[in-house]
Nanobody
């Protein structure tokens, strides 16, 4: 069992930066690939970024590529999402998720996630 807790959300202006953190419980964090998803009001939850268990590979949605960076610190059981040059369309609830799969193509799919956090709100004003 893995419990995930996201922090770092808030209200910022367009162009600002924000870093989200997702702290995981348990001693097996380093075995899980991790991903960030987001859900805007009235929309489906979408993939944002993913990182493999070792941190050796990352993948991003086209909408955030070049602006967001996913990273992890296995010693701290934490995954991060650094978000730069934020836009109003980035406004959403951001969720981190853990997956036992190491296949990057699968990490973009909600159905492949084994555990979810409760989400943290990010609001970007124009």
């Amino acid at each position: 069992q893995v419990q995930l807790v996201e922090t770092g959300g808030g209200l910022v202006q367009a162009g600002d930066s924000l870093r989200l953190s997702c702290a995981a419980s348990g001693r097996t964090f380093s075995r899980y690939s991790m991903a960030w998803f987001r859900q805007a009001p009235g929309k489906e939850r979408d993939f944002v970024a993913a990182i493999t268990a070792s941190g050796g590979s990352t993948y991003y949605a086209d909408s955030v590529k070049g602006r967001f960076t996913i990273s992890r610190d296995n010693a701290k059981n934490t995954v991060y999402l650094q978000m730069n040059s934020l836009k109003p369309e980035d406004t959403a609830v951001y969720y981190c998720a853990a997956s036992t799969t190491g296949i990057m193509a699968f990490l973009t799919r909600e159905s492949r996630m084994n555990y979810w956090g409760q989400g943290t709100q990010v609001t970007v004003s124009s």
